[in-house]
C-alpha cells in the first residue's frame, strides 16, 4: 500500500511505497499505474523516462515548458537531493508558493508535481541519480527556466553556506513576476 501525502503545493504529492526488505536486500513498486491511479485518484498517461546523475552541490532548475507543460513523477535511487516544486498555475489557489522535500535512495520517497510547476533539485550528497517520468515529451521550443533564487518565491535551499554549482543557461532564470 503507498501512502500519499499532500504538500502546500495544490495537487504535489508526497508518495512514499510499500517496501519489502530483508537480509538480500529489498523490493518495491517504484510505479504501477493501477495503484497509483487507486492511492492518489489521478489518471495519468507517461510518455517518457529521464536519468540524470550530478554531483554535490549542482542545483538544476527551476524548470518548466511553457506550452507543454509536463507532469513528473520523481525519485531518487542513487544518493539524496532537496527536491523542489514552485506552482507557476496562475489561477491556482497555491500561485507562487513552493514545497521541498529530501528524496533519496534511502528513504525511497517520491514527488508528483502536476503539470504547470516549476522544478529543480539540489544535490546533497556525493552524487546522486535522479530518475523522472513525465507525461508530455521535452520540448526544448517550450523550455523555460525560474530563477532558483528568486526573492518572491523565496525557496529555502539548504546550502550551508556554499554557493551551487549552476549551468549557464539555469544562470539567466527570469524573475517570477516575468512569467
Known sequence: MMQVTPTAVDGVLLL??????????????SYNEKAFAQ????????????????????LRGMHFQANKPQGKLVRVVAGEVFDVAVD??????????????????????QLWMPPGLAHGFLVLSESADFLYKTTDYYDPTSE??????????????????????????????MSFEML
Open 88 to 109: 507557476i498555475r496562475p489561477h491556482s489557489p497555491t500561485y507562487g508558493k513552493w514545497t521541498g522535500e529530501i528524496l533519496s535512495a534511502e528513504n525511497q520517497k
Open 16 to 29: 512514499e511505497p510499500q517496501v519489502f526488505g530483508d537480509a538480500r536486500g529489498f523490493f518495491l513498486e
Open 39 to 58: 492511492a492518489t485518484g489521478l489518471k495519468v498517461h507517461f510518455v517518457q523516462d529521464n536519468h540524470s546523475r550530478s554531483q554535490r552541490h549542482v
Open 144 to 173: 523555460r527556466c525560474l530563477a532558483w533564487n528568486d526573492p518572491t518565491v523565496g525557496i529555502h535551499w539548504p546550502l550551508r553556506d556554499k554557493a551551487p554549482t549552476i549551468s549557464s543557461k539555469d544562470a539567466l532564470g
